[in-house]
T-cell receptor
Framework: SQQGEEDPQALSIQEGENATMNCSYK?????LQWYRQNSGRGLVHLIL?????REKHSGRLRVTLDTSKKSSSLLITASRAADTASYFC?????????FGPGTRLSVLP | DTEVTQTPKHLVMGMTNKKSLKCEQH?????MYWYKQKAKKPPELMFV???????INESVPSRFSPECPNSSLLNLHLHALQPEDSALYLC?????????????FGEGSRLTVL
């Protein structure tokens, strides 16, 4: 079964608004990663948060991790039309990177 | 060089054809991966090579045959595919298998099986 689960599955917002995506996972982790995928393209690594970290920032991205709830959130502030993409969380399960089902974000101009 | 290069970008093949997908990286990564991705789904792991040895085969049908000729190259040989094998095939690499670092992805090969 999947290690990570995201919600919402799809999200539409206006440019300038914030977008929040959540990810839940099932087993203990060393780190959790977020990736972005533009339609039909490869995935691009956005940010990695280690299990001993609670919050991390990178530009307009803010990631939180709650290991007690086995969940993480990705916040994109002041969204832009160019942020339109699918966002996946990923964890290492066994010896593999396993991806959640993803959130499809649409940012409307 | 932080790129993973995949060729071809698009491939259309019949069910009796034999074709190959190629992947190359020059970052000195020792783990390379093939993922399959259907529309609106996450990537699903197919194969992992670690130090040029097949480490993981996620019960992939034998019509998909991976090959790692050297530490920079990864191939996926395709033979007698089915229409349901049409998908985006993504190659990725990482410093070591399932270490604490990130995956670097290529842009994918879009495969259509007629």
């Amino acid at each position: 079964s999947q290690q990570g689960e995201e919600d919402p599955q799809a999200l539409s917002i206006q440019e300038g608004e914030n977008a929040t995506m959540n990810c839940s996972y099932k087993t203990s982790i060393n780190n959790l990663q977020w990736y972005r995928q533009n339609s039909g393209r490869g995935l691009v690594h956005l940010i990695l948060i280690r299990s001993n970290e609670r919050e991390k920032h990178s530009g307009r991205l803010r990631v939180t991790l709650d290991t007690s709830k086995k969940s993480s959130s990705l916040l994109i502030t002041a969204s832009r039309a160019a942020d339109t993409a699918s966002y996946f969380c990923a964890t290492v399960y066994g010896q593999n990177f396993v991806f959640g089902p993803g959130t499809r974000l649409s940012v409307l101009p | 060089d932080t790129e993973v290069t995949q060729t071809p970008k698009h491939l259309v093949m019949g069910m009796t054809n034999k074709k190959s997908l190629k992947c190359e990286q020059h970052m000195g990564h020792r783990a390379m991966y093939w993922y399959k991705q259907k529309a609106k789904k996450p990537p699903e792991l197919m194969f992992v090579y670690s130090y040029e040895k097949l480490s993981i085969n996620e019960s992939v049908p034998s019509r998909f045959s991976p090959e790692c000729p050297n530490s920079s190259l990864l191939n996926l040989h395709l033979h007698a595919l089915q229409p349901e094998d049409s998908a985006l095939y993504l190659c990725a690499s990482s410093l070591e298998q399932a270490n604490t670092g990130e995956l670097f992805f290529g842009e994918g090969s879009r495969l259509t099986v007629l």
